[in-house]
DNA sequence: AATATATACTTCGTGATATGATGTATTATG
DNA sequence: CATAATACATCATATCACGAAGTATATATT
């Protein structure tokens, strides 16, 4: 996908990613996979922008001797969500715009 | 607009407000104003970054003793459109992912 | 036992880019 | 005669995705 066009959607997706249960940095790129691919460095950039923004809180847990940190997403953050719905229109109809055949030949 | 995810869109509304005919600055954020607002900073960058990837191609013409860029879209300004298209599919399921509701509470 | 792979988080430097501010210049409007 | 509209240009700034490189442990493979 066009580098500048993820740019949008990356936000939006990690909050979603988080939005149902609570996650951490390796699962939530992993279950991104599917959808859009993103490094590791771009996540943890991404996850530090998003708790300075009030979008999600962190918390760090062991597991298995291993450090985890789980994102847990705030009201922000659904409001960012519900804030991407309501763009959603404005995108529709930019893509209309950007499609429609013109007959002027 | 969220700032990022226009970044991902103004490049092809440029190209698509020139798909049909030839048209300059001025005319271009006029007609682009509807779907998506863009300052003339950002418009000539863009125009300009378009150019050097072949895009489009300029002639300057003079409109009643004024100047006037004329862009006109090439080959690969129509094949970036298309491709444009193809992503949205992917567009499209990364929206549903984002605002599915699951039902796991 | 040694090596490779998967898990998990962190930091740094780089390049791309949108935008406000500012500037130049002409024409139309009130 | 001043203001707005038309028209293009440049610069500095801030934001951001990403590759590269690093640290560390657990599991699978040879």
New binding site residues.
Partial sequence: MD??L??GL??VCVLAAIKNEDS????II?DLSEYI???????????K?LEGGGMLTVRSAE????????YHITKSGINRIEEFKSEWKEIISIYEFVTKEDNNE
């Fill in positions: 580098a500048q993820k740019r990356l936000d951490y940095g390796y699962k992993k691919k993103l490094s590791e460095s771009t996540l943890y950039t991404i996850l922008r597991h298995f001797g291993r450090l985890r940190k789980y």
